[in-house]
């Protein structure tokens, strides 16, 4: 994902490098294992860089997603190798949260009164969304016939 321009010093010089590298750890497949909430892939995404997604069959473009969404944070254990789906999915409660407080320094610079209500003007994450899995085809069935008698001469059937 294109890192926004503001928040381009928040990452490490060598940030490419460390990219890099949390990608070939994950072999340039996505590492998340339903994390993302989106209920599409029982255990580990199957979508590989450059490759055919899944359900969409754009290309795959794999990014490195920060578990605690700061970029400040390069620790190995809080980067994960994500396709643009799945990082896009998981970081959706955390675009929620800045989208508002960027609405609201939008309408304060623009002279627009703020109402203080506490701790409820306050953007929270929203909760994580539940994993769910793909319902399981339905076993094959035999077919039923039916024999039916004629309609009537006169009559629709």
């Known amino acids: 994902m294109p890192i926004r321009p503001e928040n381009v010093l928040r990452y490490p ?8 590298a949390i990608k070939e750890r994950a072999g340039w497949r996505c590492e ?6 989106r209920g599409t892939h029982p255990g580990r995404c199957p ?4 490759g055919e997604a899944y359900g969409t ?18 620790d190995p254990a809080n980067l994960r190798a994500m396709c643009q789906g799945c990082h896009l999915h998981y970081d959706a409660g955390h675009h929620a ?12 610079d623009a002279g627009q009164l703020a109402v203080d209500i506490g701790a409820a003007a306050t953007p929270v994450m929203p909760p994580t969304r539940p994993q769910t899995l793909p319902a399981a085809a339905a076993p094959a069935t035999e077919q039923l016939l039916l024999d039916l008698p004629e309609p009537l001469e006169g009559t629709r059937p």
């Open 57 to 74: 069959g754009s290309v795959v473009i794999l990014t490195t997603a920060h578990l605690d969404h700061t970029p400040e944070n390069v």
């Open 97 to 108: 949260v800045t989208r508002a407080q960027t609405r609201a320094r939008a309408l304060a």
């Open 13 to 20: 010089p060598d940030w490419p490098e460390i990219s890099l």
């Open 47 to 50: 979508n590989v860089h450059e």
């Open 32 to 37: 998340c294992e339903g994390e993302c909430g």
